[in-house]
């Protein structure tokens, strides 16, 4: 059993950027693919972001390529999410996820889910 908790959402003006944070419970988290995705208001769940279980393999869905970066700490049981040059459009709620593989997180197949975190992004 992985439980998963989210941090720093908020308010953000367009051009700027939040970071986001994931801690992970559980001894297992180096087994787990950590990934990222994201709703938004009246649209389906989307995957944004993945990473190997290293860190050293990544994913990035192509809205947010060469903007977003996540990166995982196996030593403090942490998967975070840096977002820069923010849009308007990449307001959601975000929420962080455990899956198998970096393949099945990026076709949107995880095990376990965060309770989300909102990010607003305003003109």
């Known amino acids: 059993q992985v439980q998963l908790v989210e941090s720093g959402g908020g308010l953000v003006q367009a051009g700027g950027s939040l970071r986001l944070s994931c801690a992970a419970s559980?001894?297992?988290?180096?087994?787990?693919?950590m990934g990222w995705f994201r709703q938004a208001p009246g649209q389906e769940r989307e995957v944004v972001a993945g990473v190997g279980l290293s860190g050293g393999r990544t994913y990035y869905a192509d809205p947010v390529k060469g903007r977003f970066t996540i990166s995982r700490d196996n030593a403090k049981n942490t998967v975070s999410l840096q977002m820069n040059s923010l849009k308007p459009e990449d307001t959601a709620v975000y929420y962080c996820?455990?899956?198998?593989?970096?393949?099945?997180?990026?076709?949107?197949?995880?095990?376990?889910w965060g309770k989300g975190t909102l990010v607003s992004v305003s003109t």
């Open positions: 559980g001894r297992t988290f180096s087994s787990y693919v």
């Open positions: 996820t455990a899956g198998r593989s970096v393949s099945s997180i990026s076709n949107g197949s995880v095990d376990y």
